[in-house]
């Protein structure tokens, strides 16, 4: 059997689902060639892995195969188990929640990553707001309701950028957004849709506006108000 021939066949032996001959021809392999041992190790360290991440085998793995996997990992080269030749049956038993385990890992991988990404963006926020918060020349616009004295948000802007904080605003539904409206030259405009979560959303206002404003509004936003407005607040002149 050739390099290559047995190359291909790695990751089958760190499954235990080669037949003996082929299996004694790769262990034969192995201790004259390093790059194949290596290849090995990192097959058994990822079996390995998808063994811890389960928590438990299915039915059709064979038994004690993960403890072996994980115990070969600490020999070098890997340690050569012992094994007895699956049925074609229970090979292709064995591969197929191998698969739905490593999908299963790559969902889990991707959901972390997306996290880390939010924390990443959170932490920007946070650091942006504190760095406007001890500019002495940072202004703050609170908005308030008539109506309703716990509902209030707070603006902060620096020449005309900045961001919306510690909102105390109505529960909103599902189908339903936040959106910022400004009064300019008489005219209500729309400063875009700040979602469920409006603390933290980043602004920008112009000089000819005066007033700003905040609703409820189907999700995706609208181009002018359809429900009353929650909370507003008079613009500093000349921003």
């Not at 390093?34 to 991440?53: I, T």
């Not at 739905?100 to 946070?126: M, P, R, S, T």
């Not at 309701?145 to 900045?162: E, F, M, P, Y």
Request: glycine share 8%.
């Amino acid at each position: 059997m050739t390099h290559n021939e047995i190359e291909e066949l790695l990751g089958v032996y760190a499954l235990d689902a080669l037949d003996d001959d082929e299996r004694q021809e790769v262990e034969e392999h192995l201790p004259s060639c390093p790059r194949c041992r290596a290849e090995l190790a990192a097959h058994l360290e990822v079996a390995a892995m998808l063994g811890n991440a389960v928590g438990e085998l299915p039915a059709a793995a064979p038994d004690g195969l993960w403890d072996r996997i994980s115990s070969s990992l600490q020999d070098e080269p890997p340690a050569l188990v012992p094994f007895r030749r699956p049925s074609s049956a229970r090979r292709l038993a064995l591969v197929v929640p191998l698969g739905a385990v490593a999908a299963a890992l790559i969902l889990v991988v991707g959901l972390l990553a997306a996290k880390v990404g939010n924390l990443d963006n959170k932490v920007g926020h946070e650091a942006s707001v504190s760095s406007l918060l001890l500019n002495p020349k940072h202004q703050t616009v609170e908005l308030t309701s008539a109506k309703h004295a716990n509902w209030r948000a707070t603006v902060i802007l620096l020449n005309g950028a900045g961001y919306i904080i510690n909102p105390s605003m109505p529960a909103i539904t599902r189908s339903e957004t936040f959106q910022l409206w400004a009064l300019s030259r008489g005219k209500v405009v729309s400063l875009g849709v700040l979602g469920a979560r409006p603390n933290g959303a980043p602004i920008r206002v112009e000089a000819t506006m005066t007033l700003l404003m905040i609703s409820a509004e189907p999700l995706g936003g609208t181009p002018a108000p359809t429900t009353p407005v929650l909370v507003q607040g008079d613009l500093p002149v000349g921003l």
